[in-house]
């Protein structure tokens, strides 16, 4: 299971303290710990494990509780890409799957490096214009902490969304095997594969026999359905993928942030006159 995110994990630490009915003032006195250190480490994602471990005992919780409920409030409300963040991803696709890949691989990130021919420097781009998007808050060495839920959604009007999708769609036309349904790099056993494959054809089958019942048997309800699967194959949404960027990057992606800024400033203008 992937580690649930810093800020979330301590939200959630302070969560459990507030329902086990205990108070931050009488927690540093148990810990022997001045009441701002103790509000300090509480907000600070770079808190030590060892620590961490110490303040879940204090508040009669434990890491693994903190952790779920972490997920679970990390999970409660989906955070929508800007329109901002949406179009730049857009003009600059290789950014968008430098993050998705980022996020699948942050607890890995030397292999990520390797893998697409990256190093400390040529990194340094993706980096920091994901932390002038408010993606990450990126520290020396390039050491980095996402910002808010692991993941975004679009939002109903996403251009990205569209243009995510339809590269879905090319991969899985050119694919031997046709699906109804597109998910990509999902964990999951063959074992699992088969239970929900037999859950799916029951379903699927009583719905069939009510509508025979029913006499619900015109063309519109007349369907060809495919259940499949293949082996993960990464889909970018860039034309070369993630690579090396070449150094006037950084000031062209800033002249672009500035002018869809002040494009869509100029639309939420027109939409409240």
Known sequence: ???????????????????????????????????????????????????????????????EEVHDLAFELENSKLTLFSKTQDEIFIRYPELYDFYRELRFKSDNFPQLLEEYGLDELSVY???????ILGIINL???????????????????SELNKRIEDSLKKQLINSDAPVSLGLSR????????????????????????????????SKEYQKDI??????????????????????????????????????VGQSEIKKSA
């Open 186 to 217: 999902i964990m999951i056993s063959a074992a699992e594969l088969e239970e929900i494959e037999s859950t799916i054809y029951k379903e699927i089958l009583n719905k069939h026999n009510r509508n025979i019942k029913k006499g619900l048997t």
């Open 226 to 263: 495919i259940f499949t699967h293949q082996q993960h194959k990464l889909a970018t949404l860039s034309k070369d993928g993630i690579r090396p960027l070449p150094n006037s990057f950084l000031a062209e992606f800033k002249q672009s942030l500035s002018d869809i800024e002040a494009i």
């Open 125 to 131: 781009p993706y980096l920091r214009s994901l932390e």
């Open 1 to 63: 299971m992937r580690p649930a995110n810093p800020e979330y994990i301590l939200l959630a630490l302070r969560t459990q303290i507030k329902r086990n009915g205990l108070t931050y003032p009488n927690l540093a006195k148990e810990l022997d710990t001045p009441l701002s250190t103790l509000k300090r480490h509480l907000h600070n994602p770079n808190i030590a494990l060892e620590r961490l471990l110490t303040y879940c005992q204090a508040a009669k919780t434990s890491l």
């Open 139 to 157: 520290q020396e060495g390039n050491k980095f902490i996402f910002k808010g839920q692991s993941f975004y959604n679009f939002h109903p009007e």
